[in-house]
């Protein structure tokens, strides 16, 4: 059995750290736990000789003595904490709710002061509970005093991976719990919780290596919940300074947030998960590319905004589904972009409810053209029309001219597409479960089209599924060629994405020759994601992207 050695420092002393290549992230990070003499409730974090945040797994690299990893514990869970303050909460809560009703049978009430004492009580019990949140987030304002968007209940906070992984011995099993048009969105309890999450933390600083990640292509979101990952998002939106530029008052801006994460229902894939990893990879790109320099802020916001926006209230069956099943949507949109087309209406109801109009204060001008550039930006994820979008844009690349209205609308539209299908580009931890969140989406619909009798894709079949054949397609001759019209123009992306996506092409062509004539079920997953949206495109050999 292979094994991997790995030194690192721990509080300044060198350590050596040796597992299995067969090991998963979670037994890897254990072991660092231990060497460290935590608990798996507390948080660590490494970093390489360079000082660059690297992702505890199995794919961490081996290295030497002269060059070793630095371990850090971040936070301690909060029982941890009490143990070493001497404080026992839970016991003082009991004693509280035991004084109460002593001074209520007394008294028959609680007097001014038993309530004070109460309500300081439960506030500090919220303050504790966000402690290993607030360091793992990379915050350090005080939360005292920070208004809230709703009350809410005592809760508790997700684990940093929340989220269900299908492995491959379940492929095999039939998941019907996604229906067209009664898929679940996120309940009301649901919601309350992670906008009370949200509302704790979103007026607190994050750290300047927490803002480097989310322009890096390795960014991890597994290790981010859903709360978490709004503070981020409006961070992007700060940093580019478009709060300031259209005045949009962050209290109209937080709850446009929420209502956005509301709009994405509980769906394997297309979730708001799925919307942040696109609207981080569009903001990296914005800050790599370095479009500010040839971008309006109009169209820098529109980008970003599109990015939030370009999947909500996805049912988790995609066009062709909706087209063949004559659903309500399809003859609303005359079979044309449906989903698609949904997207952007959601996204301009919301603007438009209540409360949430982060446009509002835009010139009509302005807001005319914003929406031109969102809806055009959205439409253009419909991968029925990657070809045209494609050959258009490669045809100006030789002119390209940013000062041309046209030739800064196609590039927008390839924007927004490499960052929808950018799951390959990133690291396998990163990638690997999105292929399943992917196959779970799409054999829910094949299984759902047998029972009714309607026309069933080949890659969402899951009895013909060829994992790696169907990569080796889809990034050969879908990525592929998009990223690199997009380096012509940019070569910055060639190291950071280019590269990773011509590795990973190279690895599943070796697996496909070797496994070509197996279902997907005989295989482990290589770490990447397939990613296909609406009907199929019609490339040779793409295996119905």
Request: with cysteine; net charge negative; aromatic share 10%.
């Amino acid at each position: 059995m292979a094994t991997k050695v790995i030194y690192f420092t721990f509080n300044g002393m060198l350590e050596r750290a040796e597992f299995s290549t067969l090991d998963t992230a979670s037994e890897v990070k254990d072991l660092f736990r231990s060497a460290a003499e935590v608990t798996s409730f507390d948080i660590i974090k490494m970093y390489n000789s360079e000082g660059d945040l690297v992702n505890i797994t199995q794919y961490l690299k081996s290295n030497t003595p002269d060059t070793p990893y630095r371990l850090v514990v971040l936070a301690t869970s909060t029982d941890s904490l009490m143990k070493e303050v001497g404080t026992d909460l839970n016991g003082v809560e009991k004693r509280l709710q035991a004084l109460e009703s002593h001074i209520i049978v007394e008294n028959g009430g609680l007097t001014d002061s038993m309530r004070q004492v109460q309500e300081e009580m439960a506030a500090l019990s919220q303050k504790l509970e966000g402690i290993e949140h607030l360091s793992w987030i990379g915050l350090s304002k005080d939360i005292n005093g920070t208004k809230r968007f709703t009350k809410s209940s005592k809760h508790t906070w997700h684990n940093k991976c929340d989220v269900e992984i299908t492995t491959n011995n379940n492929w095999k099993k039939s998941n019907t719990d996604f229906q067209p048009y009664s898929c679940q969105s996120e309940s009301d309890m649901d919601c309350e919780t992670v906008f009370d999450k949200f509302n704790c933390m979103r007026d607190m600083e994050v750290r300047s290596e927490v803002k480097g990640l989310l322009e890096s292509v390795n960014f991890n979101n597994w290790q981010w919940n859903e709360a978490e990952m709004l503070v981020l998002l409006r961070q992007m939106y700060l940093d580019l300074g478009l709060l300031d530029t259209f005045n949009i008052p962050k209290s109209t801006f937080h709850t446009w947030l929420c209502e956005v994460y509301r709009s994405y229902n509980r769906v394997p894939f297309h979730n708001f998960k799925h919307c942040f990893m696109v609207s981080q990879m569009m903001y990296g790109l914005i800050q790599q590319l370095d479009l500010k320099s040839s971008f309006s802020p109009a169209e820098l916001f529109a980008l970003l905004t599109s990015a939030v926006c370009h999947d909500l209230d996805h049912p988790g069956y995609n066009n062709s589904y909706q087209v063949n099943a004559r659903t309500e949507l399809a003859i609303r949109y005359n079979d044309m972009s449906v989903l698609e087309n949904h997207h952007c209406s959601v996204a301009f109801r919301i603007f438009a409810s209540e409360g949430c109009n982060i446009l509002e204060n835009m010139s009509a001008e302005t807001y005319r053209h914003v929406r031109q550039c969102i809806i055009r930006c959205i439409l253009a994820t419909d991968m029925a029309r990657h070809n045209e979008i494609l050959s258009n844009f490669t045809q100006i690349i030789p002119t390209f001219d940013v000062e041309i209205a046209d030739h800064r609308n196609q590039l927008m539209m390839i924007l927004i597409k490499c960052a929808d299908i950018s799951n390959e580009c990133r690291p396998m931890e990163v990638a690997e479960p999105w292929i399943d969140c992917l196959l779970q989406e799409f054999f829910t619909q094949s299984d759902l089209e047998k029972k009714e009798g309607l026309p069933v894709s080949p890659f969402m079949d899951r009895d013909k599924v060829n994992k790696n054949s169907s990569q080796v397609n889809f990034i050969k001759f879908i990525l592929l060629p998009l990223f690199e019209a997009l380096a012509e123009l940019h070569p910055v992306i060639q190291d950071p994405i280019i590269g990773p996506l011509q590795d990973a092409l190279e690895y599943y062509q070796k697996l496909s020759s070797s496994t070509n004539h197996l279902p997907a079920t005989s295989f482990s997953s290589k770490p990447s994601a397939l990613k296909r949206k609406g009907t199929s495109v019609e490339s040779p050999q793409t295996n119905g992207v």
